[in-house]
């Protein structure tokens, strides 16, 4: 079974700060990988995806992520952070045979100080 | 717009009472949508998988008999808490894969349920 670990609980961080969340899974197949944001009080939203291809992948509002196959990561930046980017992150794997569910890590929350 | 929907959106109820929570998939059709559970400051843990037309797929150490799933429908599954207790307070979100193949999945917006 995979597992998925974010190791960075809570971060905080000044507006205009960079940002890097770090993710890490456990699984020796293929797999789709996946971050999504919880705004406060809101459901969850997909930021970006990686199924295949470029392992640098472009998301939503600025956010991106790198796949390393060899270090089992997918870590996401993004250049300057703003406060609205106060949020849950959550970073997701799929086990790419045909099986939807999603195993998500524990999640890091950000704070953006103003 | 909101493409997964779930209701009620909170729920109080006493201790003993069963609850039904409904997720529905707003404009497309699944034959497959997953309930999770979050605990506060924690991650979402998939407690099972809602199949349209069979049973339910109940992950490690989840009840089948206290969580009771039903997909009704190619739009409809609920989650029943029988027998409610004060610990099954939590956060209850439904999601549903859209597309096939390599899919995204959309998150209903969850349901908060407290146990008195």
């Known amino acids: 079974a995979q597992s998925v670990s974010q190791h960075n609980h809570h971060v905080i961080l000044s507006e205009a700060a960079s940002l890097e969340l770090g993710c890490n899974y456990s699984?020796?197949?293929?797999?789709?990988l996946f971050w999504y944001v919880q705004y406060p009080g809101q459901h969850l939203q997909l930021l970006l995806k990686?199924?295949?291809?470029?392992?640098l992948v472009k998301g939503i509002k600025g956010f991106e992520a790198e796949f390393i196959k060899s270090k089992f990561s997918f870590n996401l930046r993004k250049p300057s952070v703003q406060w609205s980017d106060t949020a849950e992150y959550f970073c997701?794997?799929?086990?790419?045979?045909?099986?939807?569910?999603?195993?998500f890590g524990t999640g890091t929350r950000l704070t953006i100080i103003p | 717009g909101a493409v997964v929907s779930q209701h009620p959106s909170r729920v109080i109820c006493k201790s003993g009472t069963s609850v039904k929570i409904e997720c529905r998939s707003l404009?497309?059709?699944?034959?497959?949508m997953f309930w999770y559970r979050q605990f506060p400051k924690q991650s979402l843990m998939l407690m099972a998988t809602?199949?349209?037309?069979?049973?339910?797929?109940?992950e490690q150490g989840v009840e089948k008999d206290k969580f009771l799933i039903n997909h009704a429908s190619l739009t409809l599954s609920t989650l029943t808490v029988t027998s409610a207790h004060p610990e099954d307070s939590s956060f209850y979100i439904c999601?549903?894969?859209?597309?096939?193949?390599?899919?995204?999945?959309?998150f209903g917006p969850g349901t908060r349920l407290t146990v008195t």
């Open positions: 999601s549903a894969p859209r597309g096939g193949g390599r899919y995204e999945q959309y």
């Open positions: 699984y020796g197949g293929t797999v789709n």
């Open positions: 990686y199924f295949s291809g470029d392992p």
């Open positions: 997701a794997v799929n086990a790419d045979f045909g099986n939807e569910k999603l195993t």
């Open positions: 404009d497309f059709q699944a034959t497959t």
């Open positions: 809602s199949n349209e037309g069979s049973k339910a797929t109940y």
